[in-house]
């Protein structure tokens, strides 16, 4: 099956800084690789996602890059606001069985104003 | 309606109970999931459901016994838990069962067995 690694499992940055949020993944039969944020007590929601034919993909001071090779991809958050502190899971598709996602152990990010 | 909505948001039960936790979505998703999030974890798939049908479970026990009554609704029937069962209950839907297709989360039924 697959196994997803995410580091660190803490982050603490100024706001204004970037932010980085690095995954890597075992199955190299993995296409799909979805980013979550998770607010304290809130539900996970998508911020981004990344298909295995794309390397790289941006949605304004989000952006993530997908190295095949190395089976690692990795969120970068840019221009950091207080709002952008939560929890940050990462996720590869697990196996050609559905839409069955494997989640990385995730991050705290800390943002300090 | 673009939301994932569920029922109860806080549950607390004893091991001898029988308590049900009810997802509803109606974006006309055909795929439905169940997930258990412990704390400071991430969550962990428990049952996918597809065009009503249940595709996949996780080896999770026979004490979560999970129904899909209609394409909008999924409930998580629970009985004789035990207090590590406490948890985040976390449903999901996406549009169909494919590889890729976005999950939507709802906000989750937090658990506590006692």
């Known amino acids: 099956g697959e196994n997803v690694e995410q580091h660190p499992s803490t982050l603490s940055v100024q706001e204004g800084d970037s932010a980085v949020i690095k995954c890597t993944y075992s199955?190299?039969?993995?296409?799909?690789f979805p980013w979550y944020k998770q607010e304290l007590g809130k539900r996970p929601q998508l911020i981004i996602d990344?298909?295995?034919?794309?390397g790289e993909k941006k949605d304004q001071r989000i952006a993530v890059t997908l190295n095949k090779t190395a089976k690692h991809f990795s969120l970068h958050i840019t221009e950091t606001q207080p709002e952008d502190s939560a929890v940050y899971f990462c996720?590869?598709?697990?196996?050609?069985?559905?839409?069955?996602?494997?989640f990385g152990g995730g991050t705290r990010l800390m943002v300090k104003p | 309606d673009t939301e994932v909505t569920q029922t109860p948001k806080h549950l607390v039960m004893g091991m001898t109970n029988k308590k049900s936790l009810k997802c509803e979505q109606h974006?006309?998703?055909?795929?439905m999931y169940w997930y258990k999030q412990k704390a400071k974890k991430p969550p962990e798939l428990m049952f996918v459901?597809?065009?009503?049908?249940?595709?996949i479970n996780e080896s999770v026990p026979s004490r979560f016994s999970p129904e899909c009554p209609n394409s909008s609704l999924l409930n998580l029937h629970l009985h004789a838990l035990q207090p590590e069962d406490s948890a985040l209950y976390l449903c999901?839907?996406?549009?169909?069962?494919?590889?890729?297709?976005?999950?939507?989360f709802g906000p989750g039924t937090r658990l506590l067995v006692l």
């Open positions: 999901a839907s996406s549009q169909g069962p494919l590889v890729g297709e976005t999950q939507y």
């Open positions: 459901y597809s065009y009503e049908k249940l595709s």
């Open positions: 199955d190299s039969a993995s296409n799909y």
């Open positions: 974006m006309g998703h055909r795929a």
């Open positions: 996720a590869a598709r697990k196996d050609n069985a559905g839409n069955m996602l494997t």
């Open positions: 990344i298909r295995s034919n794309v």
